[in-house]
């Protein structure tokens, strides 16, 4: 089990070139990236979808690149030789206009706004890519060992509240035999209360066994029983399960909710109650399952 929340950070340097790539994801209904990269690595976006998909199904991934470039052959100077002419040209006049002797020099020329132009290289893009495609995976790992990490926390405690449905679903099912006796002898002891005449027994029956009809939640009780295996078949398993063990919790909640509406008994009440207010925590839990 993945939980959609973490954070993975990766940086790798290969022949000058420094690449640092992190990722921080959050919950979400579907896979939806966010990038911010360099201009330099716009190119490789598609790319980049593709191995982050291959890895994560569901979650609003951000993704920052860092790129340095160390290579004596990242930038070059050059000299815009046009402009240092306008400049040459203009510091003429002035010297004809003010009469003020000329003292020119080399490192005032290269001290001339714009007069020197540093240019960055062209980039190699199989160099690149293959940058992007090594540090993008191990951040990917590291980002899933701690959405692995969470996602185990989770699973433990998911299990604690199926287990606490569990039993009281258990409890539920042994109570509703007993609450069936007991209806019965309080309606006994009402008619008693009210007539001289002996019980009609047939009638008797008759009653418990309407009462009896709409208070029955062994249906519910025993689908109750199948949703809860299957959430426990799913927590095992090691691919996303995040929607469908939503669908299951729905359906046991629909089944408590049956329960609820058929049974006035304060024990099976108590016992839904408390099925109501694990399953709602299941809930919250399964928002952020991948």
């Not at 540093?118 to 940058?131: F, K, N, P, Q």
């Not at 992007?132 to 299990?159: I, P, V, W």
Request: glycine share 4%.
């Amino acid at each position: 089990m993945y939980s959609m929340t973490g954070y993975g950070r990766a940086t790798c340097m290969k022949d000058g070139r420094s690449l640092t790539i992190e990722l921080k994801s959050v919950n979400h209904r579907f896979l939806d990236l966010n990038f911010r990269m360099p201009r330099s690595f716009l190119f490789l976006e598609d790319a980049a979808r593709k191995q982050i998909a291959a890895s994560l199904s569901r979650g609003h991934v951000d993704v920052f690149v860092t790129y340095v470039n160390r290579r004596d052959d990242s930038r070059m100077v050059r000299v815009d030789e046009g402009l240092v002419k306008a400049y040459e040209e203009a510091l003429n006049q002035v010297e004809k206009l003010t009469g003020v002797k000329d003292d020119r020099s080399l490192s005032l020329f290269a001290r001339l706004p714009d007069a020197l132009v540093i240019d960055e290289a062209g980039e190699d893009e199989d160099a690149l890519r293959a940058l992007l495609n090594e540090t993008m995976a191990q951040a990917l790992d590291s980002l899933n060992a701690m959405r692995a990490r969470e996602g185990e926390a989770m699973k433990r405690d998911m299990l604690e509240k199926l287990e606490e449905i569990e039993e009281k679903n258990a409890l539920i099912e042994k109570r509703y035999p007993e609450t069936v006796d007991e209806y019965r002898e309080k309606l006994r002891a009402r008619v008693n209360e009210l007539l001289a005449t002996p019980i009609d027994e047939a009638r008797l029956a008759q009653e418990v066994a309407l009462m009896a009809d709409r208070a029955a939640v062994a249906e519910e009780t025993v689908r109750l029983s199948s949703h809860i295996r299957q959430a426990r078949e799913k927590c095992a398993l090691s691919e996303p399960i995040g929607r469908s063990l939503d669908f299951i919790v729905q359906e046991m909640n629909r089944e408590v909710n049956t329960i609820s509406s058929k049974s006035q008994d304060i024990p099976i009440t108590q016992a839904v109650i408390a099925c109501k207010s694990a399953i709602e925590k299941l809930r919250e839990q399964l928002q952020n399952v991948e």
